[in-house]
């Protein structure tokens, strides 16, 4: 990610068995996202030498905050995290429509009910043209995939899913959580003739053959290979009403 003179590095780091816990930085600083466990993220901070500006949080699931406590001591900045949520204090409230300011980025904040009550996601746009957007979507959108619904409603989640379909094609969809090759399994049994899914499903096998991860993905690669995505595709509907689902209830 370029930022004027600055380049970002966007990086996934690996915690528990299939988590991602989401590090940019400038080689001087670092935002992180969803820190579950605060020992990969001290690890990386310690290996380049970098300071601790902000933390962001999407929702409250321990696995995505445990590791707030074990971080304050190196941070320099805020926590953000949603409104709606108990989050570990202290922490700034956010809500649709606010903007959570760190590094001199400025990130979108989107209200994304569904898996949690009160799940928000941060949308970077880019600062130059050509650069591609980031969005840190949680447990929201999956590659393949979304979220289990915890808390919040089949409606909430689908409309959710809807605002993350209308944000630009090229946005780099950093998820917290490598389920990328069992959700393109289900992906295929709904759409079996879907060659783009095919295609993905073929790639990312050979990135996890080769230890690398199969994120970010893009939002154009979701619209193309995601069933929660394609609703409206015939054979999405087909396959959820062989289901049971009722006419008109999509995927």
Not at 58 to 72: E, F, I, S, W
Not at 136 to 145: A, E, K, M, P
């Amino acid at each position: 990610i370029i930022d004027g003179l600055r380049v970002m590095n966007l990086v996934a780091l690996p915690a528990f068995s299939d988590n991602y816990i989401w590090m940019l930085h400038d080689d001087r600083q670092a935002i992180v996202v969803d820190p579950g466990d605060a020992a990969p993220v001290l690890a990386a901070l310690d290996a380049q030498g970098l300071a601790l500006s902000a933390i962001l949080v999407t929702h409250h699931h321990p696995d995505h905050v445990g590791g707030l406590a074990g971080l304050r001591h190196r941070l320099e900045g805020p926590v953000y995290g949603p409104a709606r949520e108990a989050i570990p204090t202290p922490f700034t409230p956010l809500t649709d429509g606010d903007t959570a300011s760190a590094l001199g980025l400025n990130f979108q904040v989107i209200d994304v009910p569904g898996h949690t009550a009160g799940h928000i996601a941060y949308f970077l746009p880019p600062s130059r043209e050509g650069q591609a957007p980031v969005l840190f979507c949680g447990d929201t959108l999956f590659s393949g995939g979304c979220g289990r619904l915890f808390e919040g409603t089949p409606a909430q989640m689908h409309q959710s899913l809807g605002r993350l379909a209308a944000l630009p094609g090229a946005t780099r969809v950093c998820c917290a959580h490598e389920y990328t090759e069992s959700n393109l399994r289900f992906a295929q049994a709904v759409e079996p003739g879907n060659g783009a899914l095919a295609d993905y499903t073929a790639t990312c096998r050979q990135l996890r053959a080769n230890g690398q991860p199969t994120l970010p993905s893009s939002i154009a690669t979701e619209l193309a290979i995601n069933p929660f995505m394609r609703c409206d595709a015939p054979d999405v509907i087909s396959a959820a009403r062989t289901r049971g689902a009722a006419d008109g209830s999509g995927a």
